[in-house]
């Protein structure tokens, strides 16, 4: 069965970093492509990150960012442990969200599995 469980979330103050974590279970993470959203109380869900699959071509690109967090935001994967990583640095109020992985063949999406998300807070 295709599981993925979300961690690291917290308590940040503005400009602080955490790293959150997305294990995979039940398939090889590299064999499809991850995808981090958030959704903040009220608001819609939005897609802040995704890294392609190994099976991607090469001018799909390897990954992808929102206008909202590029730059202070970094994807990565660690095939020995199974889990895609998100990297969040100089993190604002405005990230404060519940973060959720999900899974799916492309980026396009539409993402069939779904973690249990976990809550990031920046506050001071």
């Known amino acids: 069965q295709l599981q993925l469980v979300e961690s690291g979330g917290g308590l940040v103050q503005p400009g602080g970093s955490l790293r959150l974590s997305c294990k995979a279970s039940?398939?090889?993470?590299?064999?499809?492509?991850i995808a981090w959203f958030r959704q903040a109380p009220g608001k819609g869900r939005e897609e802040v990150s995704c890294i392609v699959s190994r099976d991607a071509r090469a001018s799909d690109g390897s990954t992808f960012y929102s206008d909202s967090v590029k730059g202070r935001f970094t994807i990565s994967r660690d095939n020995a442990k199974n889990t895609v990583f998100l990297q969040m640095n100089s993190l604002k109020p405005e990230d404060s969200a519940v973060y959720y992985c999900?899974?799916?063949?492309?980026?396009?999406?539409?993402?069939?599995?779904w973690g249990q998300g976990t809550q990031v807070t920046v506050s001071s």
């Open positions: 999900a899974a799916d063949p492309a980026c396009s999406g539409p993402y069939d599995y």
């Open positions: 039940g398939f090889a993470v590299d064999t499809y492509a």
